[in-house]
């Protein structure tokens, strides 16, 4: 099982497409930067922000926000999920990405990065759907937001494509709300040292709605 | 605490570099590519790849590999990390994320991309560091490749550089070893449908290092 | 009760402003189309759309469609609903708006227009309001959405200015399938001789966003 | 039934005619007006003047008095009647729009503009014609000023014009006189806080014509 695929041409087992976009970058992007991602090896990261989106192929903070080396700390997982705060001693991938942020980078900002057409949302929208695999790992982490899909799916008045929208948006909003379950980022949060941001962007368009923190509404920035 | 930062001139909430990088974004790569985002949310996505990355903000996949949207499924978590299999109803951000892809979007291939660096794998290196919050989630969750680290930090031989790199890329040996714990994606590459790959990156000199599937070894493309 | 307000000053009657406005149009746009109005008045009017619009200050639809005198047949209405059919012998104004574009004046489109912060949705959705008057005129034109009204607002994840563009393009819709109810419409439809859309303009950045006669769905014109 | 029409090649349905004025709306006076709007979106709609108009295409009330947004409050329906009040439950779309008018926006004038050549009022006296639609919906609605209309075409002195002007005339003065049977009209007026007024528009020459409160002829405002 280990022989070399069709792709393997060069001998070393990655993908030609990510090779050859490997070598641009080192041609380009590393060759404009290299200063930079020297002082960033030795010197460490610092970045002020840190990021939760999806891990959908469409909607990377990179590219988005079209950031430097070292400037956001990316969280990815389906439907940029945050769940709420359990220290039970299991692993949880997010609880631990966050202290890392928090605690150790002392990063001042957070945002909750949603998109449109987002297959983990419409999976947790579509009740009568099979399970893709005997362990159900998306049902179980789409259950998250089992009770705002629930009540998103009753209103059959909207469209399914309003619907989906509606639950991307309201499962950023969750999301934060589980942010301010963990003890720290909640005190961080009140002395003024954290801000948490949602976003949702709408890969058909390329528009970047943000979160209004008084309301919870999505809109447009001003001076886009 | 919902007041308004000093970043937040606009009114909008979201830190002004990103609002910056978004608009560099929009101006330029997404004119470039509107059709391409267009037909990705009408269409669909339909990447080939997973790729299992850092959180590190220096160690972007999508920019290492130079993507375009649409292109690698991406997961981000602490050091790269894949859990073993565990069926066990919690919420399993890794598991749902690789049911995600394999399952439902049918990549042909998962790379686990780690990084020199790693400030997840130097904290399961620093076995004498107190915990950065009660719950601990870093120590819990790193905890998978403590056996690795004991063995590694026994060595003291090799320069704390060495044992940082030497279990950078343990860990993505170990990581690989579970994504074939996981039923489906063990019969998927038996089936010769899906590669398993790993690379390490060096921020500092930006060389990407492909893992011989092999041998395990981390050696240079050939044609770099 | 019939002296002369303070706005009365020319003796006539019409509020200043509006004195002020019509002679601007007279020397402005009237003069520049003059020779239009006379043959609108001559040959009569032959517009080949007509558009139901909300009674709101801030949603003409000549302004929005930038218009020019002739052009479009205007419905304005609170909230710019369409009541089923009803062939009672009572007095139906809409009813009667819509014989007369589409049977005389044998108009090709009816568009459906609505707008954000609409004060009509708004009260829809807001139950426990008290009547504005004995007669609840108010309550009882809105009551016509009253089913939607109580869905929308069941859903308490969704903010208060979701769930008001939530109704707001709902009642397009539902206004969109009462004029289905209208059998001479049905026909025309059929025929292929009339077309019926739905639009809703955003206030405050002057969004368009078109329906999706397929999906009915509200998406931003692609050429805008 | 939902096939694209010719007018639909930009694949969302609206007439092509009015899609180009949106994009000159857009890039004009909504530019010009951008604050103003915001503003009125965020403040709400606070105009001084209901008006009451009718569909007809040549009669737009905000190009005749060449108003901005936010100004003018505008019912329109076929030939610019009020209904007498009839506090009944049914459906009023006008008895809405005159309680939304008066009772929530607190206007201080209405005016009732009626113009030349309206169709409405030429059905009305055109007695002899079959009705367009078995409901006869027009038939009905005109039917609020069938005696005047009767009255009117008595009179075979006048030429058919002449008793076109007359009963256009006439029957915005029985539009005002309706308004006064609406309690809270009534009583507004009388305290001085709410102002009733009629205006007749000439579409051939623009000429606008002012009803005197007193005598209730129509005049041409003196400093025209």
Redesign the interface.
């Known amino acids: 099982?280990?022989d070399?695929?069709d792709?393997d041409l060069?001998?070393?087992?990655?993908?030609q497409?990510?090779?050859a976009?490997?070598?641009?970058?080192?041609s380009?992007?590393?060759t404009d930067e290299?200063l930079r991602?020297?002082e960033?090896?030795?010197g460490?990261?610092t970045?002020?922000?840190?990021v939760i989106a999806c891990?959908?192929?469409?909607s990377?903070p990179?590219?988005?926000?079209?950031?430097r080396?070292?400037?956001?700390?990316?969280?990815?997982?389906?439907a940029n999920?945050v769940?709420p705060?359990a220290?039970d001693?299991?692993?949880?991938?997010?609880?631990?990405?966050?202290?890392?942020?928090v605690?150790?980078l002392h990063v001042?900002?957070i945002?909750v990065l949603g998109h449109?057409?987002c297959?983990?949302i419409k999976a947790a929208l579509d009740s009568e759907s099979a399970p893709?695999?005997?362990?159900d790992?998306?049902g179980?982490?789409?259950s998250?937001v089992a009770p705002?899909a629930e009540?998103?799916s009753?209103?059959?008045?909207?469209?399914?494509?309003?619907r989906q929208t509606?639950l991307e948006?309201?499962s950023i909003?969750y999301s934060i709300a589980n942010l301010r379950s963990f003890?720290?980022i909640d005190a961080q949060?009140?002395k003024?040292h954290l801000?948490l941001?949602g976003?949702w962007f709408?890969?058909?368009?390329?528009e970047?709605w943000?979160?209004?923190?008084?309301?919870?509404?999505f809109?447009?920035?001003?001076?886009?």
Chains 1, 2, 3, 4 share one sequence.
């Open positions: 099982m280990n070399l695929s792709n060069s001998g070393n087992g990655l993908p497409t990510l090779l976009g490997y070598r641009n970058f080192m380009g992007r590393f290299s991602y020297r960033l090896a030795e460490g990261q970045p002020e922000t840190m891990c959908d192929s469409r990377a990179e590219i988005i926000f079209d950031t080396p070292g400037e956001i700390f990316v969280l990815r997982n389906v999920l769940p705060y220290p001693g299991e692993y949880h991938s997010t609880s631990a990405a966050l202290e890392f942020a605690q150790s001042k900002h945002v449109g057409r297959g983990g893709l695999s005997p362990g790992f998306i179980r982490w789409m998250l705002a009540a998103v009753a209103n059959t008045l909207m469209t399914s494509g309003e509606a948006r309201i909003r003890p720290y949060e009140k003024g801000t941001h976003a709408d890969i058909s368009t390329g970047l943000v979160m209004d923190r008084k309301t919870g509404d809109i447009r920035p001003s001076s886009e």
